[in-house]
Each structure stands twice: as structure tokens, then as C-alpha cells.
């Protein structure tokens, strides 16, 4: 009995030596893509200053409040942004702004990928009747283009962040479902699936276990590529009017507000527009390299 305990002991003290490996690895391969450490540290700089702007400013002070003595201010030391047509501050907007547009985009891809995963893992590692009913399901959400769906479903429910991040995480599920399907399907039927059912571990402890840890890599590129994709899609909603609700700051929203003034006031559309094309370019760099350093062919 002991023996048996001491065995068990050694094995997952193994596993977790290995996994400490795997992901020293994986740092070390991420490392060399200087692009993607780019990436990165732009886009761990852009979410510290998301967390700071609201330790530097007031929300209903400098954020909402309005100040006509000083609309339409060009870029100064107080302003470095410059004001809006309401007098408030660009700069500050644009912090705030990206605590909405992160937030939203993180929390609708957790969402997307808890549904989608599901799923997915359940598809896959099933297939048969179960596998033809749920990518049957997901094809029809597919064959509907996702911007499109989630105006459809803004439309109809109403606009608010909530209805917004509903309709995202709807339209996202399709993408996580069949990327988590496929990546089971290439792992359910390797030795160490056999070996656990050989010892008596049941489905669902196979799946969490064994199939899901080991069909994470393109997970994760999927996760921090949706991120890019569904900001860039809150400030298209937003630009349309379907997004976040004024007066909350959003970079979409900012961006549409400010078309009237563009051609005397360029500076109200040029830095909205260099925050969203930062963040989606700083993502995409952090994808592609994490898609480098996970794959093991390229070790």
C-alpha cells in the first residue's frame, strides 16, 4: 500500500517537473520572437494604464463631465490629446477607454471559450450522432457572418454592454467549438487515453484530465486572436451606434463622435483610431508568436 502511495506521489511530482519544462520552454521559444515581446509589453503597458486611469481619474469629474470653456482644445501639456467637442479630456477618455474595450473583449472570449470548449471537447472526444448534431448546430451559427449576428442580436435585445458582450460571445462560440473539436480529435485515441481508460478513469476525468491539457496550444493563439478581433468589433458596433452607450468612453464610440469635426480637429480621430490599431496590431504580434513557440515542430 505504501509502495503503491509512494508511486503515486512520484508521478505527479514528475508531471509537475515536466509542465514546469514544457512551460520554460515555451518562454524560451516566445522569447526569441522579438516581435512578440514587442507585443507583449505593449500590450501589458496598455492594460497597467487601463488599471491606473482609474487611480489618476475621477470618472464623473473628468471623464463624463462636460467643460465648454474648453472644447476643441489642440493637443497642449494639460491636454496631450486635446478635448473633445465637449471639453473633456481625449487622453483621459482614451485610458478609460480601454478598460471598457479590454474588459469586454476579455470576458466575452472567456465566455465564448467556456461554451465553445465544451462543446467542443465533447464533440470530439464523443463523435458519432453527438459530434454530427452539435457541428450541424455550430455550422448554422457559422454560415451567419459574426458581425452581422451580433447586430441582429443588439438590435432585437437592446443596447448595453451587457447585450453587447451576449451577442459577441454568441457569435464566438462557433470559432472555440471547432477549433477545441478538432484539437481533441487528434489526442483521444493516443496511449495515454488508452492507458487511463485501462485503468478504470471515467469520461469526464479523461476529458478534464488528459484530452483538455493537452489540446490547449491552438486554444490559446484562438483566445488571444479572438481578443483583437472582438475589440476591433466593439468599436465598429460602437462607431454604429449599437456599442457601449454614451456617455461611457469607447474608442468606437469616441471615433464616431468625432467624424462631424475630422477635417479642422484631426486629433479627435487620429489617437482613438492609434489606440485601437495598437492594441489589435500588439495582439495579433502576441498570437502569432505564442502560435510559434506552441508548436512543436518548430522546437
Same mark, same amino acid.
Given at each position: 500500500?505504501?509502495? %503503491?502511495?509512494?508511486?503515486?506521489?512520484?508521478?505527479?511530482?514528475?508531471?509537475?517537473?515536466?509542465?514546469?519544462?514544457?512551460?520554460?520552454?515555451?518562454?524560451?521559444?516566445?522569447?526569441?520572437?522579438?516581435?512578440?515581446?514587442?507585443?507583449?509589453?505593449? &500590450?501589458?503597458?496598455?492594460?497597467?494604464?487601463?488599471?491606473?486611469?482609474?487611480?489618476?481619474?475621477?470618472?464623473?469629474?473628468?471623464?463624463?463631465?462636460?467643460?465648454?470653456?474648453?472644447?476643441?482644445?489642440?493637443?497642449?501639456?494639460?491636454?496631450?490629446?486635446?478635448?473633445?467637442?465637449?471639453?473633456?479630456?481625449?487622453?483621459?477618455?482614451?485610458?478609460?477607454?480601454?478598460?471598457?474595450?479590454?474588459?469586454?473583449?476579455?470576458?466575452?472570449?472567456?465566455?465564448?471559450?467556456?461554451?465553445?470548449?465544451?462543446?467542443?471537447?465533447?464533440?470530439?472526444?464523443?463523435?458519432?450522432?453527438?459530434? %454530427?448534431?452539435?457541428?450541424?448546430?455550430?455550422?448554422?451559427?457559422?454560415?451567419?457572418?459574426?458581425?452581422?449576428?451580433?447586430?441582429? &442580436?443588439?438590435?432585437?435585445?437592446?443596447?448595453?454592454?451587457? +447585450?453587447?458582450?451576449?451577442?459577441?460571445?454568441?457569435?464566438?462560440?462557433?470559432?472555440?467549438?471547432?477549433?477545441?473539436?478538432?484539437?481533441?480529435?487528434?489526442?483521444?485515441?493516443?496511449?495515454?487515453?488508452?492507458?487511463?481508460?485501462?485503468?478504470?478513469? +471515467? %469520461?469526464?476525468?479523461?476529458?478534464?484530465?488528459?484530452?483538455?491539457? %493537452?489540446?490547449?496550444?491552438?486554444?490559446?493563439?484562438?483566445?488571444?486572436?479572438?481578443?483583437?478581433?472582438?475589440?476591433?468589433?466593439?468599436?465598429?458596433?460602437?462607431?454604429?451606434?449599437?456599442?457601449?452607450?454614451?456617455?461611457?468612453?469607447?474608442?468606437?464610440?469616441?471615433?464616431?463622435?468625432?467624424?462631424?469635426?475630422?477635417?479642422?480637429?484631426?486629433?479627435?480621430?487620429?489617437?482613438?483610431?492609434?489606440?485601437?490599431?495598437?492594441?489589435?496590431?500588439?495582439?495579433?504580434?502576441?498570437?502569432?508568436?505564442?502560435?510559434?513557440?506552441?508548436?512543436?515542430?518548430?522546437?
Amino acid at each position: 500500500m505504501n509502495d %503503491n502511495k509512494k508511486s503515486v506521489d512520484a508521478l505527479e511530482i514528475n508531471k509537475k517537473y515536466k509542465k514546469q519544462n514544457q512551460l520554460k520552454e515555451i518562454w524560451r521559444r516566445l522569447k526569441k520572437n522579438k516581435t512578440s515581446v514587442l507585443g507583449l509589453i505593449i &500590450i501589458g503597458l496598455i492594460i497597467f494604464l487601463s488599471l491606473l486611469s482609474g487611480v489618476i481619474y475621477d470618472y464623473d469629474k473628468d471623464i463624463i463631465n462636460q467643460n465648454i470653456s474648453e472644447r476643441l482644445q489642440f493637443p497642449t501639456l494639460e491636454h496631450p490629446f486635446g478635448t473633445d467637442e465637449l471639453g473633456r479630456d481625449i487622453f483621459a477618455r482614451i485610458l478609460y477607454g480601454s478598460r471598457t474595450s479590454l474588459s469586454i473583449g476579455f470576458i466575452t472570449v472567456a465566455i465564448s471559450l467556456t461554451v465553445g470548449g465544451i462543446l467542443g471537447a465533447i464533440s470530439g472526444f464523443y463523435g458519432g450522432y453527438v459530434d %454530427n448534431v452539435i457541428m450541424r448546430v455550430m455550422d448554422v451559427f457559422l454560415a451567419i457572418p459574426g458581425t452581422l449576428f451580433a447586430i441582429t &442580436i443588439v438590435a432585437a435585445l437592446g443596447t448595453s454592454t451587457v +447585450n453587447l458582450m451576449i451577442a459577441l460571445s454568441i457569435s464566438s462560440v462557433p470559432s472555440f467549438a471547432r477549433i477545441v473539436r478538432s484539437s481533441v480529435m487528434t489526442v483521444r485515441d493516443v496511449e495515454f487515453i488508452e492507458a487511463a481508460r485501462a485503468i478504470g478513469a +471515467n %469520461n469526464f476525468r479523461i476529458i478534464t484530465q488528459h484530452v483538455i491539457p %493537452n489540446s490547449l496550444a491552438p486554444v490559446i493563439v484562438q483566445t488571444t486572436l479572438s481578443v483583437a478581433t472582438i475589440i476591433l468589433t466593439i468599436a465598429g458596433l460602437s462607431f454604429l451606434g449599437l456599442g457601449v452607450s454614451a456617455p461611457q468612453p469607447e474608442w468606437g464610440a469616441m471615433l464616431s463622435s468625432a467624424r462631424t469635426y475630422m477635417r479642422e480637429y484631426w486629433y479627435m480621430t487620429l489617437f482613438p483610431g492609434l489606440a485601437i490599431m495598437i492594441t489589435i496590431l500588439s495582439l495579433n504580434l502576441l498570437g502569432d508568436g505564442l502560435r510559434d513557440a506552441l508548436d512543436p515542430r518548430l522546437k
